[in-house]
């Protein structure tokens, strides 16, 4: 019993504290690390100009990189509503087969019940004739 009470305050005295400072160490130099390879980026990776001319330029060359992104964009917005509407077809297809076959095994049992009565017909009048015979 005094072990186990000597091993939860060891655990909590001790171990839980050094692991969170572990964590801690850990995202903090991750944080570090980060925010020196974003500092170490070349001034127009990050957006600075030294001149008004370099400014100019950079922001030309957004503009052109923006307008590029958003052609990129409204071309994924047509492809997928074109796949949508491709979906939205073959679903409908999909339905009207279905149909189809509903409409084909409909016609079956219709001429099933049709030779059921033709023969039905034929027996009643093959014994008419027959009786008419005797």
């Known amino acids: ?17 050094v692991a969170s400072l572990l964590c801690l160490g850990v995202v903090l130099i991750f944080s570090f690390l980060i925010f020196n390879l974003i500092l170490a980026q070349e001034p127009e990776e990050i957006g600075e100009c030294q001149t008004r001319e370099e400014c100019e330029n950079l922001l030309k060359e957004y503009e052109a990189k923006i307008s590029e992104y958003e052609k990129d964009i409204s071309e994924t917005k047509v492809q997928s509503k074109t796949l949508k509407n491709k979906i939205s077809v073959l679903k409908k297809e999909i339905e009207k087969l279905n149909l189809q076959i509903r409409q084909s095994n409909a016609i079956i049992k219709e001429l099933g019940i049709e030779i059921t009565e033709t023969e039905n017909s034929i027996n009643k009048t093959t014994l008419e004739i027959e009786n008419y015979k005797k």
């Open 1 to 17: 019993m005094k072990e186990k009470i000597k091993t939860k305050i060891f655990y909590f005295l001790i171990v839980r504290p």
